[in-house]
């Protein structure tokens, strides 16, 4: 009886281990989450505001997200959102005149600087690529065919409110939940900061992008639908890089932001 109940606990030992390396495989997010393709976005405004013939220079800023898409020669393309690339966002918060002239570039997962050119950003769709040509990380596995399902496991990999280290980029997880306003619908938690961060499915591969979030519930974030997102970023990362777009703005120019319809239930600017 008491070989018996060695055995048994020897057994139940043995089960224990070899389930706890099944489940820490299983849950090691280290190996298919690629935070080295990660890049903290901040952006820069040269700012002239005249009120009453009376002009005042001054600078403004903004952090957001953003990973590296593609490869090209010795550089990378960076997805992040399309109002961290357009100076006109900045414009219509100011109001009245105003020249606004943006700078933007990266800091990656190691803590090192990049200059960037902005190659395009989307208002509808509320997307950006930049490229350096100095950044020279991996690019993240892009999901082209499998679009999430209502209920699908989502993570999240961004610097929320600028959280962010050398090494260090908080991963958040929610669920897909569907469609809503024309945009993909999640339960990711944002806030500022959170803009352009990528979202990855179980396989670790780049499914979507966060650029929103209801004012009232901060669980309820939305992007681009996965379909938009991917057709985006193949037609916005050529093999040849093109020219950049300006960044510079004026107040009687017409700015490239839209009001929508949901504007008074989102804070399209969670920068």
């Known amino acids: 009886m008491k070989f018996v109940q060695s055995f048994i606990l020897l057994f139940s030992l043995m089960f224990l281990v070899s389930c706890g390396g099944t489940l820490n495989g299983h849950f090691n997010l280290k190996h ?19 009120v009453n013939k009376t002009c ?8 957001s997200s953003g990973s590296v898409v593609r490869v090209y020669e010795h550089g990378s393309y960076i997805l992040t959102t399309g109002h961290s690339c357009d100076p006109g966002v900045i414009l219509n918060d100011l109001g009245g005149e105003a020249k606004v002239k943006q700078t933007t570039y990266i800091i990656d997962i190691n803590g090192v600087k990049h200059d960037t050119k902005t190659i395009n950003f989307n208002s509808k769709l509320d997307t950006c690529i930049l490229y350096s040509d100095s950044l020279k990380k991996a690019p993240v596995k892009i ?6 399902i209502w209920g699908d496991l989502i993570y999240n990999v961004a610097a929320p409110v600028g959280m962010f280290n050398i090494k260090t980029v908080p991963v958040l997880e929610g669920r897909y939940s569907g469609h809503k306003w024309g945009f993909s619908l999640y339960t990711v938690p944002v806030i500022g900061g959170s803009s352009g961060s990528p979202l990855f499915n179980e396989r670790g591969k780049l499914v979507g992008m966060i650029h929103s979030v209801h004012r009232r519930f901060h669980h309820l974030s939305f992007g681009p639908t996965h379909t938009e997102l991917i ?6 990362t050529p093999y040849h890089v093109p020219d950049g777009v300006s960044l510079e703005v004026d107040g009687t120019e017409k700015t490239s932001i839209e009001k929508t319809d949901q504007d008074h239930l989102l804070d399209i600017q969670i920068r």
């Open 32 to 50: 298919k989450l690629p935070m080295d393709s990660f890049v903290k976005v901040v952006a820069k405004y040269d700012v002239v505001k005249c």
């Open 56 to 63: 005042m220079k001054f600078q403004l800023g903004a952090t």
């Open 143 to 148: 999901e082209r065919n499998d679009a999430p």
């Open 231 to 236: 057709n985006y970023i193949y037609k916005h």
